[in-house]
């Protein structure tokens, strides 16, 4: 079976823009699993489970919900070392790097690796970057640390290549659930000017047109959430 993590060199190598569909077990109705991913874009490419306060049941009882309508592959996006379930596929393992908790830098993997050591899961070293989305967001208020500001471009583009020096596969730049900004573009054009890792980019899109704006901007994968959960996403 080919890795998710090859998948995405593939399509980062040829340009080809891939889609994640973010679920949050804390507020998905299992039952609905069905008519949601009807719902959902036929481009999606990966479904994402996480929360920044969910627990290991709701984490698991989502996987398995989405599984048993769902062929695409699953990657948790977990909040704590408590949301790991082996019915996923992989795993975004995060690194808070915007922030300077030890908790969230490397406090909360090693906790996770007691899990982890004899999983199936792939694992996926992501460099984790929390950009103000105009808005407290979950992620701020668990890990108790501050994220960058928009205006901090050279910050921003040097924290994620510090990242990918350190072993990371992957830079995920986060505005937050619910974001009133979307991580702007010149931030993303200058990370993906600096890495040579895929970069990934969510929070606060809310319509094609934001997300195309996103994807023009260079980021190869594109991360929707609380919009699409709650109907509001705008087909334009």
């Given at each position: 079976?080919?890795?998710?993590?090859?998948e995405?060199?593939?399509?980062?190598?040829?340009?080809?823009?891939?889609l994640?569909v973010?679920v949050?077990p804390?507020?998905?109705?299992?039952?609905k699993a069905?008519?949601f991913?009807?719902r959902?874009?036929?481009?999606?490419?990966?479904?994402?489970?996480?929360?920044s306060t969910?627990?290991?049941?709701?984490?698991?009882?989502?996987?398995?919900?989405?599984?048993?309508?769902?062929?695409?592959?699953?990657?948790?996006?977990?909040?704590s070392?408590?949301?790991i379930?082996e019915?996923?596929?992989?795993?975004?393992?995060?690194?808070?790097?915007?922030?300077?908790?030890?908790e969230?830098?490397i406090?909360?993997?090693?906790?996770s690796?007691s899990?982890l050591?004899?999983?199936?899961?792939?694992?996926?070293?992501?460099?984790y970057?929390?950009?103000?989305?105009?808005?407290?967001s979950?992620?701020?208020?668990?890990?108790?640390?501050?994220?960058?500001?928009?205006?901090?471009?050279k910050?921003?583009?040097?924290?994620a290549?510090?990242?990918?020096?350190?072993?990371?596969?992957?830079?995920?730049?986060?505005?937050?659930s619910g974001a009133?900004?979307?991580?702007?573009?010149?931030?993303?054009?200058?990370v993906?000017?600096?890495?040579?890792?895929?970069?990934?980019?969510?929070?606060?899109?809310?319509?094609?047109?934001?997300?195309?704006?996103?994807?023009?901007?260079?980021?190869?994968?594109v991360?929707?959430?609380?919009?699409?959960?709650?109907?509001?996403?705008?087909?334009?």
């Amino acid at each position: 079976m080919t890795s998710i993590y090859s998948e995405i060199l593939a399509s980062a190598s040829l340009g080809e823009k891939l889609l994640c569909v973010l679920v949050d077990p804390e507020k998905f109705e299992n039952d609905k699993a069905e008519a949601f991913l009807k719902r959902m874009p036929q481009n999606a490419n990966y479904l994402l489970v996480g929360g920044s306060t969910a627990t290991s049941q709701q984490t698991e009882e989502t996987v398995k919900a989405l599984k048993q309508h769902s062929a695409l592959p699953v990657i948790l996006f977990p909040g704590s070392h408590e949301q790991i379930t082996e019915e996923a596929d992989g795993i975004l393992f995060l690194s808070l790097l915007s922030g300077r908790n030890p908790e969230y830098l490397i406090g909360q993997q090693i906790k996770s690796v007691s899990w982890l050591r004899d999983s199936a899961l792939e694992i996926l070293p992501t460099a984790y970057i929390l950009i103000d989305g105009g808005k407290e967001s979950a992620v701020q208020r668990v890990s108790k640390t501050e994220p960058i500001a928009q205006s901090e471009i050279k910050l921003i583009s040097e924290t994620a290549l510090a990242g990918e020096f350190s072993g990371k596969k992957l830079v995920y730049l986060e505005a937050g659930s619910g974001a009133k900004n979307v991580v702007g573009s010149r931030i993303i054009s200058e990370v993906k000017k600096n890495v040579s890792i895929p970069v990934i980019v969510g929070g606060g899109i809310r319509s094609t047109v934001q997300l195309q704006k996103v994807y023009d901007a260079g980021a190869d994968i594109v991360v929707i959430g609380t919009a699409f959960e709650d109907d509001n996403f705008e087909q334009l």
